[in-house]
């Protein structure tokens, strides 16, 4: 991947619905060559897919939490992890190191809502106890790193001397 494939991508990330000839300007190529690009970028599995942005409060879901899972000590890892993408609320899993085992976003209308979701994941077999913690504000999500810039806080750090 070259700076070029970088700026594309952060032209998509902006823009997932920008035309190859827009995405070609940007970029200083052809819309061909751009086309061609992006084909091996989705062959390649770096780009995995598009999708609209909706806010989940427009849809009746304005309250979110983080939850960590703690599995018991003869609990299945896969079969967890399955029975919790089979739940509505949880929205992202992440299999985790530290305390918890899983950490996984809920979303859902209200307290009581986030209650029967607790309870839900309560009762997958498997898990032992959970941690919740409710999110009162978003600041910002979804958020990836720009492709063709670094950050001071995501570089390397300066060796010592």
Same mark, same amino acid.
């Given at each position: 991947?070259?700076?070029?494939?970088? /700026?594309?991508?952060?032209?998509? *990330? =902006?823009?997932?619905?920008?035309?190859? =000839?827009?995405? /070609?300007?940007?970029?200083?190529? @052809?819309?061909?060559?751009?086309?061609?690009?992006?084909?091996?970028?989705?062959?390649?599995? #770096?780009?995995?897919?598009?999708?609209?942005?909706?806010?989940?409060? +427009?849809?009746?879901? @304005?309250? @979110?939490?983080?939850?960590?899972?703690?599995?018991?000590?003869?609990?299945?890892?896969?079969?967890?992890?399955?029975?919790?993408?089979?739940?509505?609320? #949880?929205?992202?899993?992440?299999?985790?190191?530290?305390?918890? +085992?899983?950490?996984? !976003? %809920?979303?859902v209308p209200d307290v009581g809502g986030?209650?029967?979701?607790? *309870? =839900?994941?309560? !009762?997958?077999?498997?898990?032992?106890?959970?941690?919740?913690?409710? #999110?009162? @504000?978003?600041?910002?999500?979804? *958020? %990836?790193?720009? =492709?063709?810039?670094?950050?001071?806080? +995501? +570089?390397?750090?300066?060796? *010592?001397?």
């Amino acid at each position: 991947m070259d700076a070029v494939d970088r /700026a594309i991508l952060d032209a998509l *990330r =902006a823009n997932a619905r920008a035309t190859f =000839a827009e995405l /070609a300007r940007e970029v200083g190529l @052809s819309a061909p060559a751009v086309h061609e690009r992006v084909n091996k970028l989705e062959a390649q599995n #770096v780009i995995t897919g598009y999708h609209a942005a909706v806010a989940p409060e +427009s849809l009746g879901y @304005s309250m @979110s939490a983080l939850v960590g899972i703690f599995l018991s000590d003869t609990a299945d890892e896969d079969l967890v992890a399955d029975e919790l993408a089979a739940l509505a609320a #949880v929205e992202d899993c992440w299999f985790v190191a530290g305390e918890e +085992s899983f950490v996984v !976003k %809920v979303r859902v209308p209200d307290v009581g809502g986030l209650e029967k979701a607790i *309870r =839900a994941l309560a !009762k997958i077999n498997g898990v032992g106890r959970t941690r919740s913690t409710v #999110v009162l @504000s978003t600041r910002f999500e979804g *958020r %990836v790193q720009s =492709a063709g810039h670094r950050t001071p806080e +995501s +570089s390397e750090p300066e060796q *010592r001397r």
